[in-house]
T-cell receptor, first 109, second 114 residues
Framework: QKEVEQDPGPLSVPEGAIVSLNCTYS??????FMWYRQYSRKGPELLMY????GNKEDGRFTAQVDKSSKYISLFIRDSQPSDSATYLC?????????FGGGTRLMVKP | EPEVTQTPSHQVTQMGQEVILRCVPI?????FYWYRQILGQKVEFLVS????????KSEIFDDQFSVERPDGSNFTLKIRSTKLEDSAMYFC????????????FGSGTRLTVV
């Protein structure tokens, strides 16, 4: 059973666009929902995390969780070329992080 | 901002050789982890370590692998007899008691087994 699924992309958008990145998960025991950004050949960098269903905003980034549908999203407003990276969703269930495969985002100037 | 430091950044080794990957977690963190990422694949959990012992390990973490915290600052991953399929990026991470889910990852060690 694939626990965390994510569209690999690549997703190419023009600068200034709103970006929507999505993941689905299968295990109801998952507790915390994280979004990481990973640049090529670097470690994942934590962007945001959330616990409950609903939205959480941090600057241009909004994380959304729908536990009833087992669906999580990350929205990026006013996307910038520097946002070009791979975005990983990850879910924590008390002992480890389980990652999605990542979506590669390219923001073109 | 505090960082997790990993050395070396790249290691090439011959099949069958032993390698040790080194990590210096953030100083006040108590939970330590190793993950790996084979090129083009997901970041996969290997092992978690707390209170000087392994708290969880995956199926990947077989007898060829071991972890150690030899002193108050270092956290190492040893692969006893490397195989070609061990070639991957290996990431160390740490987290603290207040937010055990808030991992900080290092930049990784790229291991190439030839």
């Amino acid at each position: 059973q694939k626990e965390v699924e994510q569209d690999p992309g690549p997703l190419s958008v023009p600068e200034g666009a709103i970006v929507s990145l999505n993941c689905t998960y299968s295990n109801s025991a998952f507790q915390y929902f994280m979004w990481y950004r990973q640049y090529s050949r670097k470690g994942p960098e934590l962007l945001m995390y959330t616990y409950s269903s609903g939205n959480k905003e941090d600057g241009r980034f909004t994380a959304q969780v729908d536990k009833s549908s087992k669906y999580i999203s990350l929205f990026i407003r006013d996307s910038q070329p520097s946002d070009s990276a791979t975005y990983l969703c990850a879910i924590w269930a008390g002992n480890m992080l389980t990652f999605g495969g990542g979506t590669r985002l390219m923001v073109k100037p | 901002e505090p960082e997790v430091t990993q050395t070396p950044s790249h290691q090439v080794t011959q099949m069958g050789q032993e390698v040790i990957l080194r990590c210096v977690p953030i100083s006040n963190h108590l939970y330590f982890y190793w993950y790996r990422q084979i090129l083009g694949q997901k970041v996969e959990f290997l092992v978690s370590f707390y209170n000087n012992e392994i708290s969880e390990k995956s199926e990947i973490f077989d007898d060829q692998f071991s972890v150690e915290r030899p002193d108050g600052s270092n956290f190492t991953l040893k692969i006893r007899s490397t195989k070609l399929e061990d070639s991957a990026m290996y990431f160390c991470a740490s987290s603290d008691l207040r937010q055990p889910y808030g991992y900080t990852f290092g930049s990784g060690t790229r291991l190439t087994v030839v």
